[in-house]
Nanobody, 122 residues
Framework: QVFLVESGGGLVQAGGSLRLSCAASGSIFSIVRMGWYRQAPRKQRELVAVVTSGGSTNYADSVKDRFTISGDNAKNTVYLQMTSLKPEDTAVYYC????????????????WGQGTQVTVSS
């Protein structure tokens, strides 16, 4: 079993910054990729950003040039630095990881964190 623990959410004014962290632990053989999704009220969950173990990144168009995702392979941790925050960034942010479990290393599995609230006031 793999566990994802998120931290760093909160309330911030528009134009401000926040940094989210997500640490993976448990029976990890290797991590394929980690990323962040978000879900606003009455909306579907959407991809925000993802980083692979090799360092490749991908961002939603709505956050490009404002958010930066990075990973620390040694710590099995992913970070999301969010700047120039807008009220429309308000959502629950979920950490996601694709992990090769040490018990079943040939088959990657998806894991989700419990979510952290980000609220941006205007």
């Amino acid at each position: 079993q793999v566990f994802l623990v998120e931290s760093g959410g909160g309330l911030v004014q528009a134009g401000g910054s926040l940094r989210l962290s997500c640490a993976a632990s448990g029976s990890i053989f290797s991590i394929v990729r980690m990323g962040w999704y978000r879900q606003a009220p009455r909306k579907q969950r959407e991809l925000v950003a993802v980083v692979t173990s090799g360092g490749s990144t991908n961002y939603a168009d709505s956050v490009k040039d404002r958010f930066t995702i990075s990973g620390d392979n040694a710590k099995n941790t992913v970070y999301l630095q969010m700047t120039s925050l807008k009220p429309e960034d308000t959502a629950v942010y979920y950490c996601h990881a694709v992990v090769r479990d040490s018990l079943v290393p040939l088959i990657p599995s998806d894991y989700w964190g419990q979510g952290t609230q980000v609220t941006v006031s205007s």
